[in-house]
């Protein structure tokens, strides 16, 4: 898949009226592409913050304060990533990419680690379908899964990092599923995790 700033994603909701099933929206949804990391890009196509109601039209007309749902609750999103090359090249600017990741990405980016930006866990149970291209990934003591297109993850509220090792872009959908939080002694660093959203490579 290759991205432009003008990459947009056929949504299509649906709604019950009346007792009958309609088309609520019908539209294009273009792609974030992040200004500070060259390739990379967000779309949020949707989200339930909480568990839904049926009985109620269900909306998503802006944008959530936590792009992570809480328990019961719902998102989906598209992210393409690009190669690692992009982040040691000199010009890559870290701080630029952290403020520009906790704006686009509130309630993810402020769970990365600060020692290694790629680390991170939440509250969810996440699907995770490789789209297109292929990706790494990492679990605790380096452990890491090659992951081709068509490959599914499923991650329950472990640690993890998604490292681009090759030289294309990576496509990946990913639906999140809130769930209650895991009680764990387990301190990877002392910092406060707010660093950058982005797959920094080593």
């Known amino acids: 898949m290759k991205l432009t ?3 947009t994603h056929h949504r299509v909701v ?3 009226v009346n007792g ?3 088309v609520q929206s019908d539209e294009q949804l273009p792609a974030y592409a992040f200004e500070t990391v060259s390739g990379y890009a967000h779309t949020l196509l949707w ?3 909480t568990t839904p109601d049926l009985n109620k039209e269900q909306k998503f007309d802006r944008y959530p304060d936590s792009v992570v749902p809480g328990p019961g609750g719902t998102s989906l999103h598209l992210v393409t990533f690009p190669p690692s090359a992009v982040f040691v090249d000199p010009s890559f600017d870290g701080e630029a990419a952290r403020k520009e990741s906790l704006s686009r990405l509130p309630g993810l980016a402020d769970h990365f680690e600060k020692e290694d930006p790629a680390m991170h866990r939440t509250n969810t149970v996440d699907y995770a379908v490789v789209f ?3 990706i790494w990934l990492e679990l605790d003591d380096g452990k890491t899964v090659h ?3 068509g490959d599914v993850v499923v991650q329950n509220g472990t640690r993890h ?3 681009n090792k090759g030289a294309r872009p990576v496509t990946m959908l990913f639906f999140l599923n809130g769930a209650k939080e895991q009680a764990t002694n387990i301190i990877h660093d002392n910092e ?3 660093a950058p959203c982005v797959p920094i490579q080593q």
């Open 14 to 16: 649906t709604a019950n």
């Open 47 to 49: 989200v339930n913050p």
């Open 161 to 163: 990092a998604w490292r």
């Open 5 to 7: 700033e003008n990459t």
């Open 20 to 22: 009958k099933s309609v």
């Open 192 to 194: 406060p995790r707010i």
């Open 147 to 149: 992951l081709e297109r």
């Open 132 to 134: 297109e291209g292929e």
